[in-house]
């Protein structure tokens, strides 16, 4: 089988996040039970949850919040198999790495669970101090699992909210919530012009296939590549210029104004009514 070289690979790339993205929007448009609340209810709820996440150090509590996003995602019309892979591709690589330490017993004392390796004396090693045992502990089993269901739960909010709610009608909500008018421009910017230079250079790419005959070194592929990166960058550089002198141009004067078209429902009043009574008694009643 032919394998893709270094450019193909990078079209093939930019090509996916832009299907991912519009895929991921188009959840947003499902009439699921999330998709038909009120945004800013959603805001506020969710944050509620994410700080309910932040302050609990249960296992079963974050666990109870976890399943509840599970429950939701489904409610809401969202495939499992998608929903979990969004968040748990993200957990073992970093979230993993970061908790593996803290179950040994040099890091976290405690009752040992398992003994890995036995050492003829302890080590000292600089500010480091190994006994004689390496062991597992329960204590430190015990923060790994905290830490990581925790991330997941928290990852798992996050992406919950932007699945279920459009990207313009998130940044109204935003905005009707009196969250910073700056910061919100910034997002909504940022975010358009994402896919602006994904399409850029998509279109660079696939300009540079179709004059090219034969096969090219990787080397001369990466080369091209670094070049590319730069010119991207003098391109972002010089359009942020252009589009602040084109919006001067258009009166604007630092304040972004938003349409608000929010109706707060019943259904609104009794998400948050069984958000708020949910974190009280799992997180109030399991302490």
Do not use: C
């Not at 929007?25 to 944050?47: V, W």
């Not at 080590?123 to 923060?143: A, D, M, S, V």
């Not at 602006?196 to 034969?214: D, H, N, P, Q, T």
């Not at 938003?258 to 949910?278: C, I, R, Y």
Request: hydrophobic residues 55%; charged residues 15%.
């Amino acid at each position: 089988m032919h394998r893709k070289n270094f450019v193909a690979k990078t079209l093939t790339g930019l090509t996916e996040a832009v299907k991912r993205a519009v895929f991921a929007e188009h959840y947003a448009r499902l009439p699921g039970l999330l998709q038909g609340l009120d945004p800013r209810g959603k805001i506020l709820t969710f944050l509620a949850l994410l700080i309910a996440t932040a302050v609990t150090h249960r296992p079963e509590v974050l666990l109870g919040i976890y399943l509840l996003t599970v429950v939701l995602a489904l409610a809401s019309r969202i495939p499992l198999v998608f929903f979990t892979k969004r968040v748990w591709l993200f957990i073992p690589l970093f979230t993993g790495a970061i908790a593996l330490p803290a179950i040994f017993n040099f890091i976290t004392p405690g009752r040992p669970v398992f003994t890995l390796v036995t050492l003829a004396a302890p080590i000292n090693w600089g500010p480091f101090h190994f006994p004689g045992e390496i062991t597992i502990t329960e204590q430190g089993l015990r923060g790994a699992v905290i830490f990581i269901l925790r991330v997941a739960t928290s990852v798992s909010l996050s992406v919950l909210l932007i699945l279920t709610t459009e990207w313009a009608r998130l940044l109204r909500a935003l905005s009707a919530l009196h969250f910073p008018r700056v910061g919100i421009l910034i997002l909504g910017m940022t975010y358009r012009y994402i896919f602006l230079f994904i399409k850029v250079a998509e279109e660079m790419f696939l300009a540079r296939r179709s004059r090219i005959v034969g096969r090219t070194s990787t080397r001369e592929q990466q080369r091209w590549v670094s070049a590319r990166l730069g010119f991207m960058l003098n391109k972002s550089y010089n359009l942020s210029n252009e589009v602040y002198l084109a919006m001067l141009s258009r009166g604007w004067n630092g304040q972004a104004r938003f349409l608000d078209d929010f109706h707060f429902q019943w259904k609104d009043a009794a998400w948050v009514a069984f958000t708020f009574a949910f974190i009280f008694l799992i997180v109030f009643f399991a302490s």
